[in-house]
């Protein structure tokens, strides 16, 4: 049987209420970026005055539209909203997404409590009010108002802020970090955290799930739906300090709750809990393209030794242990080494490391039993040629026998400027996880390592 938010996130018919023919206006938008999407559905304008719009036939309500509709999005006046939820109930649609603010978040509970009593009396699910809605890039339908089309990818994203969630998939696309689904959640009158993390934990187009929240309404709900999805869930959570908590009640009404609760309540759910945005994505490209860490012994290889004891510390600082090598490995590494130095961990292949060093040593390390997640490093140093590195970390990341044989992550880090950027956009794009600081890679691999543990537990192994 299909997950009950299925028609919710793939309508086969779709009514705009508020839809306009001024461009200004947010009804507006949202018809055209339901037209513009490459997505097969019926679409109904709905607009009092109107005949139609953007050359669709309108409609004066959802009760006059022929036939059933799957999704209704909802762009009037807050005050208008209540009727026409009542239109929608009469209608019997199976989903709605209120874009309008104008509820709670701005002290006006009554009219959010209304709404509320609407829609306990029918079977229809909720998103919002106060929402962007959501841009389905697997599938191709924005069903948002606001610019900006998502890469395709495996991660899925939920933030309560709406401005926050437009700015990740900008952020998103730029970091190559490709969405499967980015929803805003609002004020949470039905479809809530929990809904949409168990509508993700059985959607086949999501590998990662992620989640902005200022404060949840029913945390045993939302721990319970971490706790069953068996997917990495990665959530930032705001409002930690005081004057964040307070920043929180003036956002969206909630409340931020204590900090030291929700850590331990994230973390005993399974869920993995970051800093930030930018961590989030660090810890999504590194969970969507790379396997999880079985152990937490880190293999370091660079060609400077600056950066390896930078990235030994920021490992053994998150959790994570750089161990020495075994006598095994100690020996492959030490052939392909000049005499000018020895095998350590880190590693350093020194200055004018080209392909060979970084591709023989990597696979050294990959074979050796004592090391769980691999770093390779390079800094573009005088002699260095980052396109050797880069090429090095292709070949290893893309054979696929390695990966099935070893299952081990490798994460790669770089220092250095225009020409080796270039050469990073080329690796992010191909899904490589690479960074430029010692700390996000090792957070990075962290992750990794804590959803190494994450699965050992589901299956009972430790
Ligand atoms: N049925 C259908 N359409 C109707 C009805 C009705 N019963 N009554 C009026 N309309 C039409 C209006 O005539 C208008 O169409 P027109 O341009 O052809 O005249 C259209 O619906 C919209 O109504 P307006 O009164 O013009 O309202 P406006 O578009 O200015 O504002 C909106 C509506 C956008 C919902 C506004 O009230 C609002 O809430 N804005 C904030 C939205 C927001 O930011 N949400 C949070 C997003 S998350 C984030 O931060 C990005």
Not at 283 to 291: C, D, E, S, V
Not at 410 to 438: H, R
Request: net charge positive; with cysteine.
């Amino acid at each position: 049987m299909s997950h009950i938010l299925e028609t919710f996130f793939k309508p086969k018919t779709i009514a705009v209420v508020g839809a306009s023919k001024n461009t200004t206006k947010i009804g507006h938008a949202a018809l055209k970026n339901i037209l513009i999407s490459d997505y097969e559905c019926k679409i109904y304008p709905i607009n009092p005055k109107e005949k139609e719009i953007l050359g669709v036939k309108c409609y004066k309500k959802v009760t006059q539209v022929p036939g059933h509709i799957d999704l209704v999005i909802v762009s009037v006046p807050a005050k208008i909203v209540p009727q026409i939820m009542r239109d929608c109930t009469q209608k019997k649609v199976k989903n709605v997404i209120i874009i309008s603010s104008g509820f709670s978040e701005v002290g006006n509970q009554e009219l959010e409590d209304e709404l509320k009593t609407i829609i306990e009396k029918s079977n229809m699910r909720v998103l919002g009010p106060n929402v962007m809605g959501y841009k389905n890039a697997s599938d191709g339908l924005d069903a948002s108002f606001v610019y900006g089309r998502a890469r395709e990818g495996n991660l899925s994203l939920i933030s309560q802020s709406g401005a926050l969630g437009i700015g990740m998939i900008h952020l998103a696309n730029h970091e190559f970090v490709g969405i499967s689904k980015i929803i805003g959640v609002g004020n949470k009158i039905d479809i809530d955290d929990d809904d949409l993390i168990d509508y993700f934990a059985q959607d086949p187009d999501t590998k990662v799930v992620g989640l902005y929240i200022e404060a949840v309404k029913d945390g045993r709900k939302f721990m319970n739906s971490i706790k069953k999805c068996k997917k990495p869930v990665l959530v930032v959570k705001a409002g930690k300090s005081k004057a964040g908590a307070r920043a929180t009640a003036s956002h969206t009404g909630s409340m931020a709750g204590s900090d030291k609760i929700y850590d331990a309540a994230i973390k005993q759910a399974g869920g993995i809990r970051c800093r930030d945005i930018v961590e989030l994505f660090d810890r999504a490209r590194a969970l969507a393209g790379q396997p999880p860490a079985q152990g937490n012994r880190i293999g370091i290889i660079t060609n400077g030794g600056g950066i390896g004891i930078l990235l030994t510390d920021a490992c053994e600082e998150n959790g994570l242990v750089v161990p020495k090598l075994s006598s095994k490995t100690y020996k492959k590494i030490d052939k392909i080494l000049p005499d000018i130095v020895k095998p350590n961990n880190p590693i350093d292949l020194t200055g004018d490391a080209g392909f060979y060093r970084y591709e023989a040593s990597t696979r050294a390390l990959l074979e050796d039993p004592n090391i769980d997640g691999i770093i390779v490093a390079s800094v573009h140093g005088g002699y260095a040629r980052p396109v050797e590195f880069t090429g090095a970390i292709l070949k290893m990341i893309r054979e696929r026998k390695l990966h099935e044989e070893f299952k081990k992550p490798i994460l790669a880090a770089w220092v250095g400027g225009k020409e080796f950027e270039d050469l990073v956009w080329d690796l992010k794009s191909a899904g490589v996880p690479i960074y430029p600081s010692s700390w996000r890679i090792a957070r990075s691999m962290m992750a990794l390592y804590l959803e190494g543990q994450r699965l050992k537990r589901e299956k009972g192994d430790i």
